[in-house]
């Protein structure tokens, strides 16, 4: 019987076991010096490549990045033939990952990709490369690598990519996790994961996205096992979670320190209420309202009273916005805010805010001037608060953008009452008068001694009703004046008069336009309270009827289905004009224009 023939060792394999032991044992530093020994002696030994990929792990372990990558480049650039160098390109993802670096790890996957030979490469990529667009926020193409990480996953490692699938997928659209699954079918266990995907929403308590899965499940694949069980579920579930029809919820402040402006409110809603009843007695509509009590805690827990009560939509709050559109939006209800808090839409796609807005006034004012009066040189005289500021901003970006100019932008301080100082630097520039025209209409205005041609003054009524007769007094004359919805005030004309007429104010609401339907709104409010509606009561009772039309219509099964019907409004002919909600969640409205003569406010036509 022949003997076996020696085995050879390599004189480094001695090193390079001593080495592979520490790192087996966490004894890192001592590892790092054995690899490098091998290195130094063994430079070309055959398992250079291997104690370079240690080295960089190590690095990797000890949280020096910068480290592992300039060994793992150094490795591919010197070893490209290697079997460890697709490990290597990984491992640099990893080192990107845990840098916080997202964006790096996306931008380098496809390089990776390109040279992988191993399914383990193609699993790891992807799913750092959705770990990577999870952690940036993106659901739904995390939820697309996931799902390529599953086909190349192999059984026992299969539940642990499942939960990532189940992670991203919570939050994603479930029409486009079908479209997902669907588009890897024939790598896929479809069937199982549409199910599954319709169980997690219902654990996340996302119920209307669990009745669409299902609902696809039981359509597609009407022979499944779980069939029964996913009807059982859609039962249940519509039992016991889906919206009732013609149920609107409510939020006002009843009490409190805003109770006069919630009663005012509640009192329109419940007119619009009886109107549309009357109009629709087959379809009748209930409204469930809720005393936020101007407390963010109390709007919150209103907000869940009403969830429980099943309503399909909410109208409100009035104050404490953020609170209640917080848990509207993880409860999944349609809500519509009144009030000028800046980014409330943008709390998610359920929230919606109906009201005017700085840049929808600055928008008319602007358009107005440069378009209708051909003016494009500006003043403005301002307070020095954000109402001010912000409106001045607004106002000069939009200007510029008709191609017109800001000359001059002077502020004050809120509760001033004399301007002159302002008002001298103001008209400190004059220009020479042009030569008067052959004619005159007896509503043109004297021909302007100062290089403006109009002033812009974003204040209330008591400020500017004080500045103004001073703009005369400083022979700030023969200019046109522009005002915010503020300015819709008889004060400002009381106080101003004469230096007042001709001026140029944006609202939401004008109880004296001639619109019919605005005409039928205010006999209405006037025979029912006794009083003129302004613009919170005028826009309570726009949102009530869009909110009313909605719960009631039978096509329309769920909430999401409301949300997309907000989302999609577009020239809904109201009270407070034509309005249109945006992809924001943000309404956009044609203003009213209104001008001062005499007495009165006039209401101008011909705007844009």
């Given amino acids: 019987m022949p003997l076996p023939e020696p085995v050879e060792f390599h004189p480094g394999d001695i090193f390079f076991s001593t080495a592979e032991n520490m790192f087996q044992r966490k004894e890192y530093g001592n590892a790092l010096k054995i690899y490098d020994k091998y290195l130094e002696r063994f430079p070309d030994g055959y398992r250079a490549p291997q104690a370079l990929m240690k080295k960089a792990l190590i690095h990797t372990a000890l949280g020096e990045y910068d480290k592992s990558r300039t060994i793992y480049n150094h490795l591919i650039a010197k070893y490209p033939s290697s079997p460890v160098v697709s490990d290597a390109r990984v491992e640099i993802l990893v080192t990107f990952f845990n840098q916080g670096k997202y964006t790096q790890v996306i931008n380098h996957a496809p390089h990776v990709l390109k040279h992988s030979l191993f399914?383990?490469?193609?699993?790891k990529t992807?799913?750092?490369?959705?770990?990577?667009?999870?952690?940036?926020?993106?659901?739904?193409?995390?939820?697309?690598?996931?799902?390529?990480?599953y086909t190349k996953t192999k059984v026992p490692e299969k539940e642990n990519i499942l939960l990532k699938i189940k992670s991203a997928a919570s939050e994603v659209d479930p029409a486009i996790i079908i479209s997902l699954f669907m588009r890897h079918k024939e790598e896929l266990p479809v069937e199982d994961l549409i199910y599954r995907m319709g169980l997690t929403k219902a654990e996340w308590k996302k119920y209307e996205d669990t009745i669409i899965l299902l609902s696809e499940f039981i359509k597609k694949f009407p022979e499944n096992e779980n069939v029964q069980s996913a009807k059982k579920l859609i039962h249940d579930i519509n039992e016991?979670?889906?919206?009732?029809?013609?149920i609107l919820g409510c939020l006002l402040p009843l009490s409190g320190p805003y109770t006069s402006y919630g009663n005012k409110i509640l009192k329109c809603i419940e007119m619009a209420l009886d109107q549309y009843n009357s109009r629709n007695r087959r379809s009748v509509i209930k409204l469930i309202v809720k005393d936020t009590e101007s407390d963010p805690e109390k709007a919150a827990l209103a907000v869940n009273e009403l969830s429980e009560e099943r309503v399909g939509a909410i109208l409100g709050p009035v104050t404490t916005h953020e609170s209640a559109a917080l848990v509207a939006q993880e409860k999944r209800i349609p809500i519509i805010t009144l009030g000028q808090k800046e980014n409330i839409a943008t709390l998610g796609d359920y929230v919606f805010r109906n009201f005017i807005t700085p840049e929808m006034q600055v928008q008319a004012l602007v358009s107005y001037a440069a378009q209708i009066l051909k003016i494009n040189r500006f003043a403005i005289l301002y307070p020095d608060d954000k109402y001010g500021t912000t409106f001045m901003g607004l106002f000069q970006d939009e200007l510029e953008a008709y191609g017109g100019e800001v000359i001059?932008?002077?502020?004050?301080?809120?509760g001033q009452t004399d301007f002159a100082e302002c008002i001298k630097k103001l008209a400190e520039t004059q220009i020479e008068l042009p030569e008067p025209p052959e004619e005159k209409?007896?509503?043109?205005?004297?021909?302007?001694?100062?290089?403006?041609?109009?002033?812009?003054?974003?204040?209330?009524?008591?400020t500017s009703g004080l500045l103004i007769p001073q703009l005369a007094f400083y022979d700030v004359v023969g200019v046109h004046l522009f005002g915010t919805n503020l300015w819709h005030s008889e004060r400002l004309i009381e106080m101003a008069k004469q230096f007042i007429q001709g001026a140029i104010v944006a609202d939401g609401f004008f109880a004296g336009s001639n619109s019919q339907k605005?005409?039928?709104?205010?006999?209405?409010?006037?025979?029912?309270?006794h009083e003129k509606p302004g613009f919170i009561e005028a826009v309570a009772y726009d949102t009530a009827m869009i909110l009313f039309d909605l719960v009631s219509r039978n096509d329309i099964q769920s909430r999401s289905e409301i949300k997309n019907e907000i989302m999609n409004l577009q020239g809904f002919q109201g009270v407070t004009g034509t309005t249109s909600f945006d992809f924001t969640g943000n309404a956009h409205k044609k203003l009213y224009l209104l001008q001062i003569q005499g007495d009165k406010f006039i209401e101008l036509e011909n705007h844009s």
């Fill in 119 to 123: 399914k383990v490469h193609l699993l």
């Fill in 240 to 246: 016991k979670f889906t919206f009732k029809h013609n």
């Fill in 408 to 414: 001059r932008a002077e502020l004050y301080h809120p």
């Fill in 518 to 529: 605005v005409k039928d709104f205010v006999e209405l409010f006037e025979e029912t309270f």
């Fill in 441 to 462: 209409t007896e509503n043109s205005l004297p021909e302007p001694v100062l290089d403006f041609e109009a002033v812009f003054i974003p204040d209330g009524p008591t």
């Fill in 126 to 149: 992807y799913t750092l490369v959705g770990d990577s667009h999870m952690a940036m926020g993106a659901s739904t193409k995390a939820l697309n690598y996931y799902l390529m990480a």
